[in-house]
């Protein structure tokens, strides 16, 4: 069974810059999510993808946008990147079935530097 | 809103030691608590977690936590530490308001172990 990958691993990026992260789902699972961990702070949740289609969004501004495709895979996309998107962004997936609340497993992170 | 306290920053104990990793959250009914493990360079691994039944609930690597509503706390111990217990863990709790699955997390505690 493969885990939740994420590439890349290391990225860095000057402000007003767009990027693209990737995360492919655990076999089995239709569900991902994102959130972005500043140093120091817990994970926060950037928003979750089901069925490809954004299903559940926590406090990011429009220029954090994603996608999922028919594999479940999925990517995080920030436009005019600035400074304070400097994180690790991690990727977990689920397996999304009604009214039952499943483990997300998380991939590694991509580490993510604003200059 | 909900939200997850980790009132401890920085924990130092020695190998063998006792542990208690401290989380109170708010939420008006019965959360779904999670705690997770993130060592450097790691994504999160799950530890355990409480949905509802039995309020002591047993986890992986010798884990175990107790949800108690009266103190809206849901603390994490282990009897006997190992050196390669030394993490940062992160406290969780299930965001009812959003889509099925984000999680709101605590800042963490991180967990020096001395030899």
């Known amino acids: 069974e493969t885990g939740v990958t994420q590439s890349p691993t290391h990225l860095i990026k000057t402000r007003g810059q767009q990027v693209t992260l990737r995360c492919s789902s655990q076999?089995?699972?239709?569900?991902v999510s994102w959130y972005q961990q500043a140093l120091g702070q817990g994970p926060q949740f950037i928003f979750q993808y089901y069925r490809e289609e954004e299903n559940g969004r926590g406090n990011f501004p429009p220029r954090f946008s994603g996608l999922q495709f028919p594999n479940y895979s999925s990517e995080l996309n920030v436009n005019a990147l600035e400074l304070d998107d400097s994180a690790l962004y991690l990727c977990?997936?689920?397996?999304?079935?009604?009214?039952?609340?499943?483990?997300?497993?998380f991939g590694p992170g991509t580490r993510l530097t604003v200059l | 809103a909900q939200s997850v306290t980790q009132p401890d920053i920085h924990i130092t104990v020695s190998e063998g030691a006792s542990l208690e990793l401290r989380c109170n959250y708010s939420?008006?009914?019965?959360?779904?608590l999670f705690w997770y493990v993130q060592s450097p360079g790691q994504g999160l691994q799950l530890l355990l977690k409480y949905f509802s039944g039995d309020t002591l609930v047993q986890g992986i690597k010798g884990f175990e936590a107790e949800f108690k509503r009266s103190q809206s706390s849901f603390n994490l111990r282990k009897p006997s530490v190992h050196w390669s217990d030394a993490a940062e863990y992160f406290c969780?709790?299930?965001?009812?308001?959003?889509?099925?699955?984000?999680?709101?997390f605590g800042k963490g505690t991180k967990l020096s172990v001395k030899p």
């Open positions: 977990a997936s689920s397996l999304h079935l009604t009214g039952v609340t499943n483990e997300q497993f």
């Open positions: 076999s089995g699972h239709n569900t």
């Open positions: 969780a709790v299930e965001d009812y308001g959003g889509s099925q699955g984000n999680l709101i």
């Open positions: 939420y008006g009914a019965t959360p779904y």
